[in-house]
T-cell receptor
Framework: AQSVAQPEDQVNVAEGNPLTVKCTYSVSGNPYLFWYVQYPNRGLQFLLKYITGDNLVKGSYGFEAEFNKSQTSFHLKKPSALVSDSALYFCAVRDGSGGSYIPTFGRGTSLIVHP | DSGVTQTPKHLITATGQRVTLRCSPRSGDLSVYWYQQSLDQGLQFLIQYYNGEERAKGNILERFSAQQFPDLHSELNLSSLELGDSALYFC?????????????FGPGTRLTVL
């Protein structure tokens, strides 16, 4: 079985400050982890993924995520937030060792960046 | 632009009716996924097709059905509609069934059942 949790429904941050959106996961085998962003009235858009290798993954729009196997976490980060980063962020996991082809998505975290 | 298209963008209908949502995947993608997004349930996986065949089923009601055609476009049919079926319906596509492939989402169809 696979699951993912996004413990915060909403994250507030001031423009220019660093941001972190949290994600923890549970899979039987090796995790494939994904972050997606959804802007208002739009579909989800792929940001980045972790398959294997370097624990720090860089993605689109200056976002990065850190894979931590011992803490089963894959937090999304950005050094300096922009107002335009305000959106809904989804973490997703797939079991890379077999099992479901279908990713499990978290419930999403609303990021609000204040000017 | 993800390359995935969905029509219509908005759909307003009455309870008991039947509607069809259409999706064209990104060029070259063989897998199509359907999701339902609502405020209380989040993003729910409904069903996946790969190259015309059903590959995986999620929380899809018996009143709902889908198919993928030879040209790889897909349709989601929703019948005997209820108020609770009001939601955003997304289609996504990916290259195949490899688990590390990311998905590309369409803009969605907003269904309102009155």
């Amino acid at each position: 079985a696979q699951s993912v949790a996004q413990p915060e429904d909403q994250v507030n941050v001031a423009e220019g400050n660093p941001l972190t959106v949290k994600c923890t996961y549970s899979v039987s085998g090796n995790p494939y982890l994904f972050w997606y962003v959804q802007y208002p009235n739009r579909g989800l858009q792929f940001l980045l993924k972790y398959i294997t290798g370097d624990n720090l993954v860089k993605g689109s729009y200056g976002f990065e995520a850190e894979f931590n196997k011992s803490q089963t976490s894959f937090h999304l980060k950005k050094p300096s937030a922009l107002v335009s980063d305000s959106a809904l962020y989804f973490c997703a996991v797939r079991d890379g060792s077999g099992g479901s082809y279908i990713p499990t998505f978290g419930r999403g975290t609303s990021l609000i960046v204040h000017p | 632009d993800s390359g995935v298209t969905q029509t219509p963008k908005h759909l307003i209908t009455a309870t008991g009716q039947r509607v069809t949502l259409r999706c064209s995947p990104r060029s070259g993608d063989l897998s199509v996924y359907w999701y339902q997004q609502s405020l209380d349930q989040g993003l729910q996986f409904l069903i996946q097709y790969y190259n015309g065949e059903e590959r995986a089923k999620g929380n899809i009601l018996e009143r709902f059905s889908a198919q993928q055609f030879p040209d790889l476009h897909s349709e989601l049919n929703l019948s005997s509609l209820e108020l609770g079926d009001s939601a955003l319906y997304f289609c996504a596509s990916s290259l195949g069934t490899i688990t590390y492939n990311e998905q590309f989402f369409g803009p969605g169809t907003r269904l309102t059942v009155l």
